[in-house]
């Protein structure tokens, strides 16, 4: 808590206009309690994408129930930020999310024991609760995964087929082969690595994943107050690789955004495009089949690549507000059960979103790429862990982003310095703060 308190009043300030102030945020303004005494839920919603679904939802439970349910979507990379500003406000959410045991620190105090709740005894396993001694502050609502979405139909017009990509090397030289025939094919090999901040996340927290999660397998631990950057040359050697066979020159990646990537994967200019099973939805909508696609691991060059998977875990940890009335904590309660066994709330959540959900009374999600996962699991593919919900705060990430866009405009030694500057020297230090 100490670097939260530090800020929070000054950001309470600042961010009183800050909500969802974009076109991927919700705003909604009444969050006021049902007046028949059932009390009412205000859910401060994470993931863009999966706002219309929630809204839908919400709107479904209302009807069947009579009870409000308010869904406030954050813009992407504003959510800590927004949720500051929401909580320190009157009518506050009753259900928000964390990212994992880091996420958790700052709002530990605030959450309700879920131990003993209905909700929580749906869990599969325990494995998905963030404790606190006895206490359940957080459970997990979805387990996704990411790595290299693939167009199979671009792929095969190059010459190569999924099966031919088995490791960094196999990788680096069908990418650097497209880049060189890019003018005869019509297409690059990846997509534009943005790093505005609706896109920095997929490689300063998701592809900086890899190079944590190997140092941590060799070392033998699942955290550390000081990260080595054991693998920091394998970190550099895929983001050259994605920068330089790209759509965009390099020196432009600051303002490339989410959508930018998004697009120019759905209209056909790139082979690959780093992101995960949450981009599904978007990809069929937009015209694709499960047969143009595929999801393929991120592979660096380090471990045994034959047999890695993909990156499976999760960073999306419900919390109830514990400072909430009653009525409105005994509401939120009684929705989050419904969403996760009812056969609607069910139904939502695996096809409309296309989450699978850690929940006994599941439904089986029709996402292509989370069937991909579970037969890379079932093949012997070891999945590589979330490791990224260690990172010691938003700010260390902050300032790998920063160095990874300074580096992408001039790639030199003393640019990558600066990221492996900001990814040790920063480590400790944001921990050393937060701790």
């Not at 965009?248 to 989410?258: E, Q, R």
Request: proline share 3%; with cysteine; hydrophobic share 35%.
């Amino acid at each position: 808590m100490k670097k939260f308190l530090s800020i929070f009043m000054a950001l309470t300030l600042i961010l009183g206009l800050v909500a969802c102030g974009n076109s991927s945020a919700t705003t909604s303004a009444d969050t006021t309690t049902s007046t028949d005494g059932a009390g009412s839920v205000y859910y401060l919603n994470f993931k863009p994408e999966a706002d219309s679904a929630w809204q839908k939802l919400a709107s479904d439970y209302t009807a069947e129930t009579g009870v409000k349910v308010t869904v406030v979507t954050a813009a992407s990379g504003n959510y800590e930020t927004t949720l500051m500003s929401e909580m320190s406000k009157s009518s506050a959410p009753t259900l928000f999310q964390v990212n994992g045991p880091v996420g958790i620190a700052n709002w530990k105090d605030v959450c309700y024991d879920l131990k003993g709740t209905d909700v929580y005894k749906e869990l599969t396993s325990d494995s998905f609760a963030l404790l606190d001694g006895n206490k359940v502050n957080a459970i997990a609502y979805v387990i996704e995964s990411y790595g290299i979405i693939v167009n199979k139909t671009l792929l095969a017009k190059a010459g190569y087929q999924v099966t031919d990509i088995k490791s960094f090397e196999d990788l680096k030289r069908i990418a650097e082969d497209i880049t060189a025939r890019k003018s005869e094919l019509g297409f690059a090999a990846f997509t534009s690595a943005g790093l505005d901040g609706s896109s920095d996340w997929r490689f300063k927290t998701h592809l900086a994943n890899l190079p944590i999660y190997f140092e941590y397998e060799t070392d033998g631990i699942e955290q550390t107050p000081a990260i080595k950057g054991t693998y920091l040359d394998n970190y550099r050697n895929i983001w050259n690789l994605y920068i330089n066979n790209s759509t965009a020159d390099p020196k432009l990646l600051s303002s490339k955004t989410g959508d930018d990537s998004r697009n120019e994967f759905l209209a056909g200019e790139a082979v690959f495009f780093q992101n995960g099973s949450w981009e599904y939805n978007n990809l069929i909508n937009g015209g694709y089949t499960d047969d143009d696609l595929a999801m393929i691991p991120i592979y660096i060059g380090v471990g045994n690549e034959a047999n890695q998977g993909l990156c499976t875990g999760t960073e999306n940890f419900w919390c109830v507000n514990g400072n909430a009335k009653q009525e409105d904590i005994d509401a939120t309660l009684k929705f989050m059960l419904w969403c996760v066994t009812s056969e609607k709330g069910t139904t939502a959540m695996a096809n409309d979103m296309g989450f699978v959900i850690p929940f006994k009374k599941a439904a089986s999600s029709p996402n292509l790429f989370v069937k991909q996962d579970t037969s890379y699991t079932a093949s012997g593919k070891k999945p590589v862990k979330w490791c990224f919900t260690t990172m010691p705060s938003e700010e260390w990430k902050n300032g790998v982003g920063q160095g990874l866009t300074a580096y992408a405009a001039d790639q030199n030694d003393e640019n990558w310095q600066k990221v492996v500057s900001a990814f040790v020297d920063g480590w400790k230090t944001e921990y050393d703060l937060t701790h």
